[in-house]
């Protein structure tokens, strides 16, 4: 299928483009210049993940459902701030223990990943973490 180039972007054969264009090409470019430059992709998405709180995996809400592990907002509060400082340090996953219960958390995504309580943390052997914090 031949889709047609409307007016204002044709360019004649062996011509300049139309003069209404090639003056609004020219002054966008004016606008960009000396202004600042606009951030990376990258940084726009860590301040958007590091404004957001803490979610959980589907495995990590049916570990809490079946143990009876229910946060309170302080304790949310706790854990966002446990898995910014384990982010500050360039942790990728995390061992965060707060008072009786432990998770295990993807910093990057800001995600947990599984949660323990108390009476099973004994049993248990936390792998693939680089890093613990303590609440």
Excluded at 39 to 55: D, M, N
Aim: net charge positive.
């Amino acid at each position: 299928m031949v889709e047609k180039i409307p007016p204002e972007f044709q360019v004649p054969v062996g011509g300049a483009a139309p003069a209404g264009r090639v003056e609004r090409v020219r002054n966008e470019s004016r606008r960009g210049a000396g202004t600042a430059t606009a951030p990376s992709f990258g940084e726009v998405l860590r301040r958007e993940i590091e404004g957001q709180g803490v979610r959980f995996s589907g495995h990590a809400q049916m570990r809490m459902r079946t143990r009876n592990i229910s946060l309170s907002e302080a304790d949310m509060a706790k854990l966002a701030q446990a898995v910014d400082r384990a982010s500050a340090k360039g942790a990728r996953e995390s061992l965060i223990l707060m008072d009786n219960l432990a998770l295990v958390v993807s910093v990057r995504n800001r995600t947990v990943i599984t949660a323990v309580d108390g009476e099973h943390i004994r049993e248990n052997v936390f792998t693939n973490i680089d890093s613990a914090v303590i609440v």
